[in-house]
């Protein structure tokens, strides 16, 4: 199983960005996947994950209305579009899946992780 992230890079505060998440080697439709970030020092901790079906969001406060994710089940792939970045979301982001297919905030259900791509926000 490899989950690929990429699209991140360095952009200014109200810049925008989309993260894509590339899956091969597991029954991708059937997972749920999760976008989570690190930042130096921090835990890791959840910014939006959606379910298997698409049909169940679940956003960190500090994202809505900002960031929207969605899926392509045809092409293994999930998005992040991320509008009206901030310093504070410069992070390390990282995509997962989880085999329970609800789209857990929990990381630790999280079956496979990418290896992440950097998103630097300056002010």
């Known amino acids: 199983v490899q989950l690929v992230e990429s699209g991140g890079g360095l952009v200014q505060a109200g810049d925008s960005l989309r993260l894509s998440c590339e899956a091969s080697?597991?029954?991708?439709?059937?997972?749920?996947i999760g976008w989570f970030r690190q930042a130096p020092g921090q835990e890791r901790e959840v910014v939006v994950t959606?379910?298997?079906?698409?049909?169940?969001?679940v956003s960190d406060r500090s994202v809505k209305g900002r960031f929207t994710i969605s899926r392509d089940n045809a092409k293994n792939a999930v998005y992040l579009q991320m509008n009206s970045l901030k310093p504070e979301d410069t992070a390390v982001y990282y995509c997962?899946?989880?085999?329970?297919?609800?789209?857990?905030?929990?990381?630790?259900?999280?079956?496979?992780w990418g290896q992440g791509t950097q998103v630097t926000v300056s002010s």
């Open positions: 997962a899946a989880d085999d329970l297919g609800s789209g857990s905030s929990d990381p630790m259900v999280y079956d496979y």
């Open positions: 080697g597991l029954t991708f439709s059937r997972y749920a």
């Open positions: 959606i379910s298997w079906s698409g049909d169940r969001i």
